[in-house]
């Protein structure tokens, strides 16, 4: 049974910085995307940064190229967002998604395993 569990949100002011945590179960033989999304209040669930289990190259939306960071050690089976620059527009529940597949999507509804979330909350 996959089990990931968030951790590191928080309320910063504009500019700041924040490192969320992902503590994840996941077999280690098996091949996995692994992302971080978020969801603000009545806006659909969106990805933030995925990568893949194997090949380990990143994907970043758009709106947080050059400012958030995604990454894992491997070793404590944990997936981090760094973020940095935080923007009013970043305020959200991020959850972290883990899924066995071969081809990393985008779209949350592929992901089969979800933490519970951490809210983010950065004040203008």
């Known amino acids: 049974q996959v089990q990931l569990q968030e951790s590191g949100g928080g309320s910063v002011q504009t500019g700041g910085s924040l490192r969320l945590s992902c503590a994840a179960s996941?077999?280690?033989?098996?091949?996995?995307?692994v992302g971080w999304f978020r969801q603000a209040p009545g806006k659909e669930r969106e990805v933030v940064a995925r990568?893949?289990?194997?090949?380990?190259?990143?994907y970043y939306a758009d709106s947080v190229k050059g400012r958030f960071t995604i990454s894992r050690d491997n070793a404590e089976n944990t997936l981090y967002l760094q973020m940095n620059s935080l923007k009013p527009e970043d305020t959200a529940m991020y959850y972290c998604?883990?899924?066995?597949?071969?081809?990393?999507?985008?779209?949350?509804?592929?992901?089969?395993?979800w933490g519970q979330g951490t809210q983010v909350t950065v004040s203008s």
């Open positions: 998604a883990a899924s066995p597949m071969s081809i990393c999507p985008h779209s949350a509804v592929d992901y089969e395993y």
């Open positions: 996941l077999d280690p033989y098996s091949t996995y995307c």
């Open positions: 990568l893949h289990s194997r090949d380990g190259r990143p």
